[in-house]
């Protein structure tokens, strides 16, 4: 089984973002790794300076999925439910001057401006898998900040219990959400220990560059131990919660999809096996592994708990 570093193993890259890159062109078949670190202009980059950030970077001895195929097979059902929609749709999005605001159980709430929200000198690029529940898979490499170290700010008090996230809702920008196909807006939530984990990453970039819009510009989630649909895209609220938050795809279909929504290839969806999966690009099926192939690192949140209950 392939393993992941450890996040505690995380080493700080005294090499250029471009460098890495071209030490890695090996395993990685993205048409736009040439250009390194180079941003065409960009909201992202006034606010959060991507060029000069010197990342840390969790490797993974995995082919990295290529750019094109990561950017054009989506799910984004604010931009059409269809896998190419979100690309077409999404184009135009126009992401400046974001703002998020953080509140519910803590002592410093606000709204903060994504350069506010984040610092770049605290970026770090981390290649994860991502499994969607409808069986495919992907590895890309983020850039973001674990979501506790910006957790921690807002001061959660001892009532916060959960963290619950929200997307935005603007149905003239969004023109998915024209139609309800989901209850808007897309919503999703974590148990603090799961939000606090080191693997958890609030991402505001990918292959080296600002988050597409077809991704979840300008900022999203990526929990990579969990179905894709965890990894809520374009977030403007953040709360801290007691109780155990709404999340979309469970108010959409409680029987198929569980608040913690862990890979687990042992529990099945009620419509296929969870067993195997298709890497976007390969041909053949591969067994997928117990809680994405993270499991040395986050087993131990779920210790003692039945998982076919609590999928
Ligand atoms: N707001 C929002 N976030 C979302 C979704 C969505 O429809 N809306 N889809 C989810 C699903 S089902 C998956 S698999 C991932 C896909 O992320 P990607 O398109 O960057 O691969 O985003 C998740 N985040
Ligand atoms: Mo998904």
């Not at 610092?119 to 890309?140: F, N």
């Not at 109780?243 to 969806?269: A, I, L």
């Amino acid at each position: 089984m392939i393993k992941i570093r450890k996040s505690s193993d995380c080493r700080e890259a005294e090499v250029t973002p471009e460098a890495i890159y071209r030490q890695r062109r090996a395993f990685m078949k993205g048409s736009m790794l040439g250009a390194g670190l180079l941003l065409a202009s960009s909201p992202l980059r006034a606010a959060l300076d991507l060029q000069g950030y010197k990342p840390k970077v969790m490797t993974l001895d995995e082919e990295i999925t290529p750019f094109k195929d990561a950017t054009r097979y989506n799910n984004f059902y604010e931009f059409g439910t269809g896998k190419s929609d979100p690309a077409r749709q999404a184009k135009d999005f126009d992401t400046s001057d974001w703002r998020v605001s953080i509140g519910g159980e803590c002592a410093r709430p606000g709204e903060l401006a994504l350069e506010d929200l984040i610092d770049s000198k605290d970026l770090e690029e981390r290649i994860y898998r991502l499994r969607c529940v409808e069986a495919w898979s992907m590895v890309i490499p983020w850039i973001g900040i674990p979501l506790g170290k910006l957790l921690q700010r807002f001061e959660p008090t001892s009532k916060a219990k959960y963290v619950a996230f929200r997307t935005l809702v603007d149905p003239d920008r969004m023109p998915g959400q024209k139609r309800d196909v989901l209850d808007w807006p897309y919503r999703e939530g974590l148990r603090i220990d799961e939000a606090m984990h080191p693997l958890t990453l609030i991402a505001v970039g990918m292959y080296g560059k600002p988050m597409p819009n077809q991704n979840g510009a300008p900022i999203r989630l990526v929990v990579p131990w969990k179905y894709g649909f965890k990894s809520i895209k374009s977030i403007v609220r953040i709360d801290f919660t007691e109780q155990q938050p709404q999340t979309t795809w469970n108010m959409q279909n409680p029987r198929e999809y569980g608040f913690y929504s862990n890979v687990n290839p042992k529990v099945s969806h009620p419509r296929w096996s969870q067993a195997r999966e298709r890497r976007i690009g390969e041909f053949f099926k591969r067994d997928t592994l117990m809680f994405n192939g993270y499991e040395e690192e986050v087993a131990s949140l779920y210790a003692g708990m039945d998982l076919k209950k609590y999928f």
